[in-house]
């Protein structure tokens, strides 16, 4: 089993690009989770999604938009790229919401010059 | 104020000592609580869940303490392979749920 996968591992963008981070689950997890880590912060729950078809704001949704586009898979847009968007991304996955162990993806490091 | 706070470190120590990490909380509604370990440009990985009582995996003891809203992780015999960054971790239930990590703490075991 690969886990939680995510694309891409690097990315640079220029202020105002737009991508999508992928990330996909193959445990059969209900919940999956967006999160950026940013140096002294912790990881800042971005958007969550619950159960298939359901998705919530986090702790820093704004700039952000997602899709549950299935079970299996969860992505992250950034529509308009600034630099405060410069971070690193990880994507994450629990059995049920706020379960104890989240498995997480290798995360995806984002610089948005 | 920081919802979950640790101490930034870096905490030095060398083979074979005993360190610990304290880690605060400042919601007392919060019900449950965890220590993960960050390698290095890793992903985040469950070490242990603490129990109100008390639990213990090895050479690793965790502790919790409502009263006083901290809880603790004590690493006995320290190895070159435990350094890394140490993730205080809480959930708790407000309508839906929200989990908090730590900034983390540092440790680096030196030979």
């Known amino acids: 089993n690969a886990g939680v996968t995510q694309t891409p591992k690097f990315q640079v963008l220029k202020t105002g690009q737009s991508m999508t981070l992928q990330c996909a689950q193959d445990?059969?997890?209900?919940?999956m989770y967006w999160y950026r880590q940013d140096p002294g912060m912790g990881l800042r729950l971005i958007y969550y999604?619950?159960?298939?078809?359901?998705?919530d704001k986090g702790e820093v949704p704004n700039g952000y938009n997602v899709s549950r586009l299935n079970k299996r898979e969860f992505s992250l847009r950034l529509e308009s790229a600034a630099p405060s968007q410069t971070s690193v991304y990880f994507c994450?996955?629990?059995?049920?919401?706020?379960?104890?162990?989240?498995?997480f993806g290798p995360g995806t490091r984002l610089l948005v010059l | 104020r920081k919802e979950v706070e640790q101490d930034p470190g870096p905490f030095n120590v060398p083979e074979g000592a005993t360190v610990a990490f304290n880690c605060t909380y400042s919601?007392?509604?919060?019900?449950?609580f965890f220590w993960y370990r960050q390698d290095c440009r890793k992903e985040p990985k469950l070490l242990m869940s603490?129990?109100?009582s008390g639990n213990e995996d090895g050479r690793f003891t965790a502790q919790l303490n409502r009263a006083s809203q901290y809880i603790s992780l004590l690493i006995r015999d320290s190895k070159l392979s435990d350094s890394a960054t140490y993730l205080c971790?809480?959930?708790?239930?407000?309508?839906?749920?929200?989990?908090?990590f730590g900034a983390g703490t540092r440790l680096f075991v030196k030979a």
């Open positions: 919601n007392s509604a919060s019900q449950s």
């Open positions: 971790v809480v959930t708790l239930r407000t309508g839906g749920f929200k989990t908090i």
């Open positions: 445990m059969n997890h209900n919940s």
């Open positions: 994450a996955s629990s059995e049920y919401p706020g379960q104890e162990t989240q498995y």
């Open positions: 999604s619950a159960s298939e078809g359901t998705t």
């Open positions: 603490v129990y109100s």
